[in-house]
Antibody, heavy 126, light 107 residues
Framework: EVQLVESGGGLVQPGGSLRLSCAASGFTFSDHYMDWVRQAPGKGLEWVARSRNKGNSYTTEHAASVKGRFTISRDDSKTSLHLQMNSLKTEDTAVYYC?????????????????WGQGTLVTVSS | DIQLTQSPSFLSASVGDRVTITCRASQGISSYLAWYQQMPGKAPKLLIYEASTLQSGVPSSFSGSGSGTEFTLTISSLQPEDFATYYCQQFNSYPLTFGGGTKVEIK
């Protein structure tokens, strides 16, 4: 059974840092891309970052709103995904979800997020 | 960045109704689009990918269509468990943007 469990959320002051983790199990972690997606209270979904798999050299993408402040990383040996968040702003307050993304179509097509964790809440406030 | 515009943003419907949600992209995205369902306080659930492929385990009452810039999610007969918020997301280019969401409520 695929499981994704986020941790590391909490209350932090503006300008502070936080490191989120996502513990993955039940699948071959190194084969999959992994995403972070967030949702501010009462708002819609916002894609934050993506880590490609080993076969794609672990390259990463970040949303412009977090580029230079957040860094996605992964440890395939521990089947874990991380999001290092620095210089946090009040607008970063959200539930942060990690998601597994698979090559559901294959043949070089996109990787679609097919399993999601339950999320961890990050609150940035003084 | 590719903008995705969902319509309507709010929909009131009855059990058994046929419901259609539209997602329009600001530029062509081929068929690289997914649809999700989100219940209150829960994580999103993948319903459709590649615009029209039903994810395993999703009821056949859900269907997706479209390519290029216009896409639709259709629920052929709304069930009580379908009242939720629905989002589209494009995978043509980064950043991977979402639509604003469509909340489906009970009439």
């Amino acid at each position: 059974e695929v499981q994704l469990v986020e941790s590391g959320g909490g209350l932090v002051q503006p300008g502070g840092s936080l490191r989120l983790s996502c513990a993955a199990s039940g699948f071959t972690f190194s084969d999959h891309y992994m995403d972070w997606v967030r949702q501010a209270p009462g708002k819609g979904l916002e894609w934050v970052a993506r880590s490609r798999n080993k076969g794609n050299s672990y390259t990463t993408e970040h949303a412009a709103s977090v580029k230079g402040r957040f860094t996605i990383s992964r440890d395939d040996s521990k089947t874990s995904l991380h999001l290092q968040m620095n210089s946090l702003k009040t607008e970063d307050t959200a539930v942060y979800y990690c998601a597994r993304a698979g090559a559901l179509i294959g043949g070089g097509g996109p990787y679609y997020p097919d399993y999601w964790g339950q999320g961890t809440l990050v609150t940035v406030s003084s | 960045d590719i903008q995705l515009t969902q319509s309507p943003s709010f929909l009131s419907a009855s059990v058994g109704d046929r419901v259609t949600i539209t997602c329009r992209a600001s530029q062509g995205i081929s068929s690289y689009l997914a649809w999700y369902q989100q219940m209150p306080g829960k994580a999103p659930k993948l319903l459709i990918y590649e615009a029209s492929t039903l994810q395993s385990g999703v009821p056949s009452s859900f269907s997706g269509s479209g390519s290029g810039t216009e896409f639709t999610l259709t629920i052929s007969s709304l069930q009580p468990e379908d009242f939720a918020t629905y989002y589209c997301q494009q995978f043509n280019s980064y950043p991977l943007t979402f639509g604003g969401g469509t909340k489906v409520e009970i009439k």
